[in-house]
């Protein structure tokens, strides 16, 4: 269509009443801004809501899978323009309370689907750590911040576009720094890190956390010929922060290098990014890999 024969009017028209105009629409009130149930998922809807909004995550230091808001995280909880949550599956004692929520007023991230699995148990619900399922997350924020305050949709949307796309390039920085230890033995004390190391083609063996008082005897005895059938002697054991006496013993039983990792960013400063996260948790990985012997270099991998 050429454009010289629109009709005046009809361009006034578009121009007041077309996508990004707001004369028609009021934004709902920020209140707190928004509430979100762990750190990881509060960097990504940070990139998202831009300076207008808050942004605070709940957890803190808590277990995510057992936090239960107190009085004070109650009270915010009512008055957030927007509560973000994984859903019931991991957030149990939170989704108790997020009951008596308005549907519109909160978001359940893994409701919404769309998430990537490859290299990673269809169980394993952390796809916070997975940099392109980051950029899925960020996209629903995206499309619910703009039903809540549509002047500002315009903004939303263009960021969840911008982080989509370091998204993909992290992503790729992620998987070549890690293809090179995917015959590395891994076992982790949290089965947690499928999004993390699968996509690489790195596998992780989960400890069995159901006996919270130690790992038992027979199940470190199972996961010790695993390791054996696997043909790998040198292999890392990740526990998660801090690091601490009981992880390392139980790498010292099945003959691992040991190290902590950081999955909710708990021990990174206040202005940290989720690219901090992302890398960080990169960092510790490799400080681990890095110690097994005769690894083939990264440089080998993939360029796609
Ligand atoms: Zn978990």
């Known amino acids: 269509m050429n454009s010289t024969k629109y009709p005046l009017f009809l361009l006034i028209l578009l121009t007041l009443f077309g996508p990004g105009g707001c004369a028609d629409r009021a934004d709902a009130p920020a209140g707190d801004g928004l509430l979100v149930s762990v750190r990881p998922l509060a960097l990504v809807a940070r990139e998202v809501a831009g300076p207008e909004i808050t942004v605070r995550a709940l957890a803190g230091n808590t277990d995510p899978h057992h936090y239960a808001p107190g009085v004070a995280d109650r009270a915010a909880l009512e008055r957030a323009l927007l509560v973000v949550w994984l859903g019931p599956q991991m957030e149990g004692a939170l989704a108790r309370q997020l009951a008596q929520l308005p549907e519109e007023r909160q978001l359940q991230l893994l409701a919404q689907g769309g998430y990537e699995f490859g290299g990673a148990a269809p169980a394993d619900l952390h796809v916070w750590l997975r940099p392109r399922n980051a950029a899925v997350i960020a996209a629903q924020v995206a499309q619910r911040l703009a039903v809540l305050q549509p002047a500002h949709a315009d903004s939303f949307k263009r960021r969840a576009r911008d982080f989509s796309r370091r998204m993909a390039n992290l992503q790729k920085v992620l998987d070549r720094a890690l293809w090179g230890y995917r015959d590395v033995p891994i076992v982790v004390t949290h089965d947690a890190y499928g999004h993390f190391f699968g996509p690489a083609g790195v596998e992780t063996l989960a400890l069995s956390d159901a006996d919270a008082g130690g790992h038992g005897a027979r199940a470190l005895l199972e996961l010790r010929q695993q ?78």
């Open 227 to 304: 390791l054996d059938a696997s043909g790998s002697s040198e292999g890392c054991l990740f526990g998660e922060v801090p690091p601490n006496a009981r992880d390392r013993q139980t790498a010292a039983s099945l003959g691992l290098h040991y190290a902590a990792l950081d999955p909710l960013g708990v021990m990174l400063p206040a202005d940290a990014s989720y690219e901090d996260l992302v890398l960080s948790l990169l960092e510790q990985a490799r400080a681990c890999l890095a110690q097994v012997p005769d690894t083939p270099q990264p440089d080998d991998a993939p360029t796609d």
